[in-house]
């Protein structure tokens, strides 16, 4: 009898452990959009409006003008390219850096479409041109920000749609690729949005402290300097957006950290605290160039780790005319 009510008890304590357990990973599975998602909610119902023009057509890619509803109240300009060969190709989301535009990954995406992969450059809110554009007002006003970079990621994810929508993309094969704001915007994507399957993210930072506290950079030595109170409230508003809270959870998509060695916007630190956050499967390459990383050897790298990854054979790189 002794003998039995410790077996008893002893299969109670496994039964215990086993659910509280499956309850810890049900609580990690649920997290990114129950908790972290819920700010990047939207109606994926409410249609997009597209609306195209062709911008420039050459023998096996087509570049066209395009906008789309994004956040309620926001429209999308961007730029989609697609090749000409029939049939269902992985896709590509870009999100450039802040200080950019959609053209900035123009000419990478155009040599994918001649490997079979559609593309969506979308602009963000401060860089479309009016009626649609909203500036960003940075240290003067957060919160105003806030709501821009909320609004940004729903126009991302929206952008999403549009591309798995359409019948010559292959919905199971998705990327992003997001430099500096751009990898902000993808590690949020990665655990919000479970459709993508491999993330690039070029020159990101984990939080703004990495900018605003730690960096050496004269701009922003002289605005904590000067502006002590203002940085300390732009750090707390925009706290709950640091990309380090999300890229935990962008698992099970693959990520891809792409750094410079000689970084002038943020120290080392910064990178290996981001990495560290970072869920797996994961890999990180540095390159010696400054933020812009515009190491050749990095655009051959994520395009051969994109093909991997989305099924596709990268082009043979143009020749010089």
Request: proline share 8%.
């Amino acid at each position: 009898m002794q003998s039995a009510a410790l077996h008893a008890i002893r299969f109670a304590i496994v039964a215990v452990t086993v659910a509280g357990l499956s309850a810890l990973l049900s609580g990690r599975d649920q997290t990114p959009t129950a908790v972290l998602g819920k700010p990047f909610a939207y109606d994926p119902a409410r249609p997009l409006e597209i609306r195209e023009t062709v911008l420039e057509r050459m023998d096996d890619v087509v570049v066209y003008d395009i906008s789309y509803d994004g956040a309620v109240g926001s429209r999308v300009t961007a730029l989609l390219v697609t090749p000409v060969a029939r049939g269902r190709h992985p896709s590509i989301l870009f999100g450039h850096w802040g200080g950019g535009d959609r053209s900035e990954f123009l000419p990478e995406a155009i040599w994918y479409a001649r490997a079979g992969v559609v593309s969506l450059l979308p602009s963000y809110p401060w860089t479309r041109p009016q009626p649609w554009r909203t500036a960003l007002r940075y240290s003067a006003d957060p919160a105003h920000d806030f709501d821009v970079y909320v609004r940004t990621v729903i126009d991302l994810r929206r952008g999403v749609d549009l591309l798995v929508a359409r019948s010559d993309v292959d919905a199971r094969r998705l990327g992003y690729v997001g430099h500096s704001y751009g990898a902000q915007w993808g590690a949020i994507l990665g655990a919000v949005d479970r459709r993508f399957g491999a993330l690039v993210l070029m020159a990101g930072v984990p939080d703004l402290k990495a900018l605003y506290v730690e960096s050496d950079d004269p701009d922003y030595v002289e605005l904590r300097t000067r502006e002590p109170e203002r940085v300390a409230r732009l750090l707390d508003v925009m706290a709950p957006l640091a990309a380090a809270r999300y890229i935990t959870w962008a698992a099970p998509a693959s990520l891809l950290f792409q750094c410079a060695r000689y970084e002038q916007m943020f120290p080392k630190s910064a990178t290996d605290r981001y990495y560290a956050a970072a869920s797996s499967p994961k890999s990180l390459r540095c390159y010696p160039t400054a933020h812009d990383l515009n190491d050749p050897q990095a655009l051959v790298d994520r395009a051969s780790w994109l093909a991997g990854r989305l099924g596709f054979t990268p082009a043979p790189l143009p020749r010089p005319r």
